[in-house]
């Protein structure tokens, strides 16, 4: 295909974003020819759609979405042409007046003096936009169209304002990517973590502490099992583990920056009439582990790394299962080098991210989050440190994108965003390059030369979020984990009474060897436990009769319903300690 036919399609994100909004024009033309009496307010392409608020009483009903969507359709039929239109201040105002829609009228009053007030008119209807916009509803494929949801929303995010309802809706070129993507979506459904976190046992939330998970027994194997293996890796890459109180004084808090950067996110409390913050993130807490002893070039880079429990204040509206919560534990770690040493040290860390995601099959993209506006340090320490971030990466033959303005207040950062088996991405692992807070904390090493220097440091999360990652990796592998993270790797089903004595001293032999059991005991068909067993996500079930009893077999079978044929128990004992030493993804 050709550049200039590839601007036309989906490949091209601004025609994609232009195809989108566009379908929030349209339904909103939709919405006021069947509801008339409706108030328009937004109506902006988002990155998985489009969607568009509306001032009604009552939210919208399934069988009222699919009118509106029929009535979409009709438009894209009638091929109206998008025509565009400016208008001064005062006429704007008074237009909008005269078609009854508040909502416009307050967005104009709240534009620049100089903006260019303009509007799109399809057929009978006119709205305010600064587009773009496709040029005819006809550009659009009605049978390609779905309204998703609806749902609440405050005008202009604002808590205090009208309670709107926002409709979303995709749309595609064809009706076949639809359907992909609708399928997709029910895909999602039965992966989503909150319901599968439910379903196996793993962890719940609850109304006396909204945003503060719960792990439950099996969720407690799940964490501990990810957490012993991300010891395992510091280990090997040289880091040293320790632990920083949950709670330090104001005076802390804004020697690093944080009180002014990130209060309105801070829990606080007065202790003997001093101002205390409990911890949103490690990192001051791991500047006064540096600052309490001397250093020497010769212990540099010095690699320290913390799970340490943060809590951070989340507005109720954002709270999301595991991926959002107030309360979470970060897998931190502070590298201390020398200016020397920064290259070197951050292609090292990605080495280990590398190694990290591999297990999990994520692959990632990286993204350079460049100087915010609120920032400390000089506009050429920070154009040092980008540089630094650049090289590095590209030498190691890895591609990266500039996210503009996004990095932390004390230095740029490579994020990585790891895609998972539903082509989802979210952020997870972070390297920030900081050369600020060692200023700040005063921190020093003695150099080869013997004088005093300022070491540099990077703050870097491979995981981020345990608590999120576990929420990731149970979407990404729809809750049947690979043996090693399982927290039940075999479930031992005895098919008679009989066997019910059998079955436990396999179940606690294999215990003994450090895997994880379970047998059901209970007085059900086989079929009903291998059933139920698969449902649990259970990778290995051990089916166990009169024969396997006789023989001192088992005979095992996986979850996806591959039927292994009785072997000995050390055979399969064997077989689940390679599984679970390789980590392999099954």
């Not at 649990?536 to 088992?554: A, H, I, Q, S, Y």
Request: charge should be negative; aromatic fraction near 10%.
């Amino acid at each position: 295909m050709s550049e200039e036919n590839n601007l036309y399609t989906f490949e091209n994100e601004a025609y994609r974003k232009t195809y989108w909004h566009t379908c929030s024009h349209v339904l909103a033309q939709a919405m006021k020819r069947l509801h008339p009496e409706v108030k328009l307010a937004i109506g902006p392409s988002i990155d998985n759609g489009f969607y568009y608020d509306f001032d009604t009483p009552e939210p919208f009903t399934e069988g009222q979405l699919a009118e509106l969507e029929a009535e979409m359709r009709k438009i894209c039929k009638e091929k109206l042409k998008l025509e565009r239109f400016e208008l001064p201040r005062a006429e704007a105002v008074q237009f909008m007046e005269e078609k009854g829609e508040p909502y416009k009228v307050e967005l104009i009053h709240d534009l620049p003096e100089d903006a260019v007030i303009s509007f799109y008119k399809q057929g009978d209807f006119t709205d305010l936009c600064a587009g773009p916009h496709l040029d005819s509803t006809g550009r659009i494929k009605g049978n390609a169209i779905k309204l998703t949801a609806c749902n609440a929303a405050y005008w202009r995010g604002d808590s205090s304002r009208q309670t709107l309802q926002r409709i979303y809706g995709v749309a595609f070129p064809k009706k076949e990517e639809l359907d992909e993507y609708l399928a997709k979506i029910e895909e999602a459904k039965k992966r989503d973590h909150r319901k599968l976190g439910k379903e196996l046992g793993l962890f719940m939330f609850r109304d006396e502490g909204p945003g503060f998970p719960f792990f439950l027994p099996k969720g407690m194997v799940l964490k501990n099992t990810l957490i012993d293996y991300w010891r395992q890796v510091h280990k090997k890459y040289g880091y040293v583990e320790i632990s920083t109180p949950i709670m330090l004084n104001r005076q802390l808090w804004e020697r690093s920056g944080h009180w002014d950067h990130y209060k309105n996110n801070m829990y606080t409390t007065v202790i003997d009439d001093v101002d205390f913050a409990v911890k949103p993130m490690n990192c001051p807490g791991g500047m006064l582990v540096y600052a309490s002893e001397p250093h020497s070039y010769k212990e540099l880079p010095l690699r320290v790394a913390e799970l340490g429990l943060v809590h951070r204040h989340e507005l109720s509206g954002a709270l999301h299962g595991l991926f959002r919560v107030r309360c979470f534990t970060q897998d931190d770690a502070h590298v201390f080098m020398t200016q020397d040493q920064m290259k070197d040290v951050i292609q090292e860390t990605v080495r280990l991210f590398d190694e990290v995601y591999n297990v999990f099959d994520l692959s990632y993209e990286i993204e350079l989050s460049t100087m915010p506006e609120d920032h400390i340090g000089t506009v050429e320490e920070w154009e040092r440190n980008q540089d630094i971030l650049k090289d590095a990466i590209t030498s190691m033959g890895k591609k990266f994108v500039i996210n503009e303005g996004d990095g932390a207040f004390y230095g740029p950062k490579l994020d990585f965003h790891l895609a998972d088996s539903l082509g989802h991405t979210w952020q997870c692992g972070t390297i920030q390059l900081d050369s600020q807070l060692p200023e700040r904390f005063e921190l020093e090493y003695t150099g080869e030369d013997g004088q005093k220097h300022r070491p540099v440091m990077i703050h870097r999360v491979v995981l981020g979020s345990i608590e999120r990652f576990i929420g990731s990796i149970t979407e990404h592998f729809a809750g049947a984990f690979p043996v090693w993270l399982a927290p039940v790797q075999v479930k031992v089903l005895p098919v008679t009474d009989r066997a019910e004595e059998y079955a436990k001293e396999v179940a606690a032999k294999l215990e003994a060897q450090g895997f994880r059991c379970e047998v059901d005991e209970r007085n059900e068909k086989i079929g009903k436990k291998i059933r139920e067993a698969t449902l649990e996500k259970v990778p290995f079930m051990l089916v166990v009769g009169d024969r396997d009893m006789e023989n001192g077999t088992v005979s095992p079978r996986r979850r996806s319903g591959e039927d292994l044929g009785a072997m000995a128990l050390d055979a399969f004992a064997a077989l689940l300690g390679d599984e679970v030493s390789s980590k392999a993804i099954k």
